[in-house]
């Protein structure tokens, strides 16, 4: 399963994103595996809407897929198909779609357990 990121242009300034967006897009991917072309975007376990990050709002899908790409491509597919054919997200664009980075994540663990960004051990060996 991929957790995969696509950021959202609104249609025009100041336009939120609904807030039921990530249900309305389930519920489109389910339609969608259950009728024609179903290739296309499904199989879709879970989508959360974030209306409010920054710099755009995100929607992170949660799918099935053989590789990283092919989550990526599906999830694009899915949100343009959604974006035209569910009413309460007609005009709304996605702009960068990709699996989110946990680096950052990891940094932050590492530099909290040792004092030392990066660095995961014990300090320098002190006969040295």
């Known amino acids: 399963m991929y957790l995969v990121h696509a950021a959202l242009r609104a249609p025009e300034p100041g336009t939120q994103l609904p807030p039921h967006a990530g ?8 339609a969608s595996a259950a009728g024609a072309g179903a290739g296309a975007c499904g199989p879709v376990e879970h989508v959360s809407a974030h209306p409010h990050a920054l710099p755009d709002p995100t929607l992170g899908v949660y799918l099935l897929a053989d590789s990283l790409n092919e989550a990526e491509r599906r999830t694009e597919a899915l949100c343009r198909r959604a974006f035209e054919e569910v009413p309460a997200l007609w ?14 994540y990891y940094e932050h663990l590492l530099a909290a ?3 030392r960004a990066g660095r995961n ?5 002190p006969s040295s």
């Open 121 to 125: 051990g014990p300090g320098p060996v």
């Open 91 to 104: 005009g709304w664009t996605v702009g960068r779609v990709g699996a989110p980075l946990v680096t950052p």
């Open 23 to 30: 249900e309305l897009i389930r519920a489109f991917a389910g």
């Open 113 to 115: 357990a040792s004092g």
